[in-house]
């Protein structure tokens, strides 16, 4: 049923994507790509109308579901195993350590470093049983018309949206540098923790957990026209962070046991001891 072998398949396909030792025109027909890549992002972009975003939005917005402790939504989420794929090396709890602790290594401040620590825990979604397409992928505007520039963007051609005039002008339903926070992206781990942790990270880390997956705007310089001054500053971070989101992998496994005082005291800088998810 699901066309990715785990959620990990769809990272390592951006990885590849924007491998600085490849030939980027040579890797952008995405003739490489698995058919459980392609066939990915045709639910993705099919199924991402602007009406499924705002539905997802009523029904995770009022964030009724869990109440955890930051550390507890990790371990919640290193539940998630993919039958199909028992020799998975790295977990959930591993990259989002290993981001954190590159980001600390290179001396960015605290919030920097939770942003590491946290940027995927809206990943629980698949816990709660939303398909892969609503949870991971690239995330572009929905109310207006798609970039040229969004991964498979062919495939957009069956999304009801591309039938809706309104939706399909540059500005669609938005106004000229009205500001990314208008704007209803596609919905997935990123909009959907952004609401959880919107309380309590400052600017910056909201921005990178808000747009990393956004690869059209903050990679490829598209919809620059619904962006205000705030957000092409912002965006600077957003650009900051994603080398450590695509690049910080290694084999060796952090210990989880050993960097958690170090990550629960700032943990507790920030967030509440329970967390609305
Ligand atoms: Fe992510
Ligand atoms: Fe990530």
Redesign the pocket.
């Known amino acids: 049923m699901s066309p990715l072998r785990n959620l990990e398949q769809w990272?390592e396909f951006v990885q590849q994507r924007y491998d600085p030792g490849k030939n980027t025109d040579e890797f952008r027909n995405y003739e490489n790509a698995a058919p459980g890549i392609r066939e990915f992002y045709r639910l993705n972009h099919l199924h991402q109308t602007r009406d499924f975003v705002l539905e997802k939005k009523r029904q995770f917005g009022p964030r009724n579901r869990m109440k955890m402790g930051i550390w507890e939504a990790l371990e919640y989420l290193n539940t998630l195993v993919d039958d199909s794929d028992p020799d998975t090396d790295l977990s959930q709890i591993d990259?989002?350590l290993q981001?954190a602790q590159a980001i600390r290594r290179d001396g960015h401040p605290d919030w920097f470093q939770l942003v590491g620590l946290t940027?995927?825990l809206g990943k629980v979604l698949c816990l709660w049983g939303e398909p892969q397409w609503a949870v991971v992928g690239d995330t572009f505007p929905t109310g207006c018309a798609y970039s040229q520039k969004i991964v498979f963007s062919e495939l957009f051609a069956g999304n009801p949206d591309a039938k809706n005039p309104e939706y399909q002008t540059p500005l669609g339903i938005y106004e000229r540098n009205g500001g990314l926070d208008k704007v209803d992206m596609s919905w997935g781990h990123d909009e959907y923790f952004y609401q959880v942790a919107k309380d309590y990270l400052p600017d910056p880390a909201l921005y990178m957990i808000r747009y990393?997956s956004f690869y059209a705007a903050h990679r490829e310089g598209a919809y620059d026209y619904l962006m205000s001054d705030r957000d092409r500053e912002m965006f600077g971070w957003v650009k900051a962070f994603n080398p450590y989101?695509l690049y910080s992998k290694s084999e060796e496994r952090p210990s989880a046991g050993e960097l958690r005082p170090y990550y629960q005291g700032l943990i507790d800088r920030y967030f509440p001891k329970q967390v609305a998810f």
Request: hydrophobic share 10%; no cysteine.
């Open positions: 990272d990259h989002n981001a940027h995927d990393h989101d």
